[in-house]
């Protein structure tokens, strides 16, 4: 366990460095007469970048470092002495990614895990992205590519996998979580809020708590903690008025982080910066800057839409209907005759979702309640994909708006902490790792970004404010401890970190963990991924197989006839070309005739099959 506990710390203090390197990187690109709230964007396009050119061919990281180098060197002309108040990131980068690395660290050789689902999915693309970017392999389901979209986090975290001891669940438990906590945190320290007194400060940490749509899903999906830091820079455009060339510019990276990170993200953030574009359409319409900037940004993202189609394109069959208040009344009815706290969930995030918007109404804030509209909108109606980051942007820009107008606090004080309230019980009530785990974790996001919100200023509040968060942590890291079911064993780890040592890098490994159903055991396991073999069929349901349903029975068939040997393994469909093979079967399971037996343990053994 105490190796656990520095690995943790190591990977959180990773995630502090990134976000540092991130803002730096963009304020380099930024000229001096735009303040550095904007620099989250241009730092995490080129930051980014860099990985990219790394992962594409070794020596143009070379070119990629050369650039980060530059831009950090204008950086430090730039800002010699950082705000003092950015120091409150540091509590927040820390604290709650502690406990989910805790609560959701991959297995090791003596401890057992509770990781699952999306979490397990992301660790294994980031180990794909690591061997091979173009193409990125679905190293789960043999001859099927992965999708570019949404995948920031798979490109920064794929060349620290050259890092010694990195763990990629770790980096998506609590890497990437110090990453956009210590993002957020620094971002309010930059944006300064004006808001005065201690109600005022813990309503709007309680309405922060709404970011997250419940506080572990920043883990399950990890692209959300480099997305919500946006919301800055979209922020500083709607309050600041920038060169419209620069306006033009700005949107553009916004809209490729998008892309890049959350694309639902654009909800709320494009109508902003719609709303911003009309309003200033005139000095736009004026400057030839402006205007060829706009064209470039028109062809740039037509370019990306094109390009995520043609990889990613199945994704637009799985969108279904849903209405979401309809939910929240079954599940309120529901009650009545048994006590679930997920069912209950919807019923207060849908009335906090309306006592926000009645709270814009009031602070007069129309732009910030037609983008909040909007991204309730596709909360509401649209099933199949999450539109969960939208409303945390939005949520996130009323924070801002609130923080930095006094005046707006002022006149909406009441609904907006009715509204905080409710998003938060929402959040507390969602979390899937329990109801105590749930209102711990809560509590640790609300208490870490307390801080920067509050900016105290005495040594008496800024003690307080310690003991708070401290408080949270320990029950944070209780609750994390915390006895519960276990989904991957110290045997998942020994065997596949066998076939990741044994099996060629041109091998194809067979097995009997998949199958339809939609669990961590068939469909969705993903664990095997992390070995970075390529595995003929594994955890299915992330791929376009998900749509796909008669080639999905038929590579279910066809797996079950190479595993029972009644199909020589070269000879499956997507399986030729391969210089081995090899099987994982659970322990008792009969392998095929001629196969050798190189690993077992209690629960797996590793097979090499005869061709």
């Not at 995490?44 to 060197?73: H, K």
């Not at 028109?298 to 969108?319: D, K, P, Q, V, Y």
Request: hydrophobic share 55%.
């Amino acid at each position: 366990m105490a190796a656990l506990v520095l690995a943790i710390v190591l990977h959180a203090t990773l995630g502090l460095a990134l976000a540092g390197l991130v803002w730096s990187a963009g304020l380099g690109c930024l000229p001096r007469d735009l303040p550095a709230v904007h620099a989250y964007a241009p730092g995490l396009l080129a930051v980014s970048a860099a990985a990219v050119l790394f992962l594409l061919e070794p020596w143009l990281g070379l070119v990629g470092a050369a650039l980060l180098a530059a831009l950090l060197r204008r950086a430090l002309r730039r800002a010699r002495r950082p705000p003092v108040e950015l120091a409150w990131a540091l509590p927040a980068g820390l604290a709650l990614p502690t406990s989910l690395g805790l609560l959701l660290h991959g297995p090791t050789d003596g401890v057992d895990s509770h990781a699952y689902g999306d979490l397990v999915f992301y660790a294994a693309r980031l180990v794909s992205a690591a061997r091979s970017l173009l193409p990125l392999r679905d190293t789960l389901v043999a001859g099927q590519s992965g999708t570019y979209v949404e995948g920031g986090s798979t490109f920064l975290g794929a060349p620290l996998t050259h890092l010694p001891s990195f763990d990629p669940l770790l980096f998506q438990t609590t890497t990437l979580s110090a990453f956009g906590l210590a993002s957020l945190a620094g971002g309010l320290a930059l944006v300064r809020p004006r808001t005065r007194g201690a109600l005022a400060a813990a309503g709007l940490a309680l309405l922060a708590v709404a970011v997250l749509p419940y506080p572990t899903w920043v883990t399950e999906s990890p692209p959300v903690a480099l997305a919500l830091p946006l919301t800055f820079g979209v922020h500083a455009l709607r309050r600041d008025r920038p060169r419209p060339a620069w306006l033009v510019a700005l949107a553009a990276i916004v809209g490729v982080d998008l892309v890049l990170t959350k694309a639902f993200g654009v909800l709320p953030l494009g109508t902003l910066i719609v709303l911003a574009a009309i309003h200033r359409r005139r000095e736009l319409l004026a400057g030839r800057r402006a205007t060829f900037a706009a064209g470039a940004a028109l062809l740039a993202g037509a370019g990306l839409l094109a390009f995520s189609l043609a990889t990613s394109g199945w994704l637009t069959e799985i969108f279904t209907f849903k209405f979401l208040p309809a939910d929240a009344a079954r599940g309120l009815w529901d009650q009545l005759s048994r006590r679930d706290t997920h069912e209950a969930a919807p019923a207060f995030l849908v009335a906090g979702e309306v006592a926000l918007a009645f709270a814009l109404a009031r602070a007069g804030a129309r732009d910030l309640l037609a983008a909040l509209a909007v991204s309730v909108a596709g909360n509401w109606i649209v099933g199949g994909h999450g539109f969960d980051v939208g409303v945390g942007m939005s949520v996130l820009l009323v924070v801002l708006h609130f923080s930095t107008e006094p005046g707006a606090w002022t006149r909406a004080r009441t609904t907006a902490l009715t509204a905080g309230a409710l998003l938060a019980i929402s959040a507390w009530l969602r979390e899937i790792a329990g109801f105590g785990t749930g209102f711990a974790l809560a509590a640790l996001l609300g208490a870490s970004l307390l801080l920067p919100l509050a900016r105290p200023r005495s040594a008496r509040a800024a003690t307080l404010g310690l003991a708070v968060l401290a408080l949270a942590l320990a029950l944070g890291v209780r609750q994390s401890v915390a006895p519960r079911a276990t989904t991957l064993t110290s045997e998942h780890h020994g065997v596949w970190q066998t076939v990741s040592q044994v099996v060629p890098r041109d091998g194809l490994v067979f097995t009997d963990q998949t199958g339809r159903v939609v669990d961590g055991d068939h469909g969705w396991n993903y664990y095997p991924g992390l070995a970075g073999r390529q595995v003929y069929l594994g955890g299915w349901y992330d791929s376009v197989l998900q749509v796909r349903d008669a080639e999905l029975e038929r590579r279910l068939r066809l797996n079950r006839e190479v595993l029972s040997g009644r199909l020589p393994p070269s000879r499956a469909r997507h399986a030729r070309g391969f210089g081995a093979y090899f099987a994982v079967l659970r322990r008792g399971a009969v392998a095929p005739r001629g196969s050798r037996l190189l690993y077992s343990n209690r629960l797996f053994a590793l097979y090499r099959l005869s061709a």
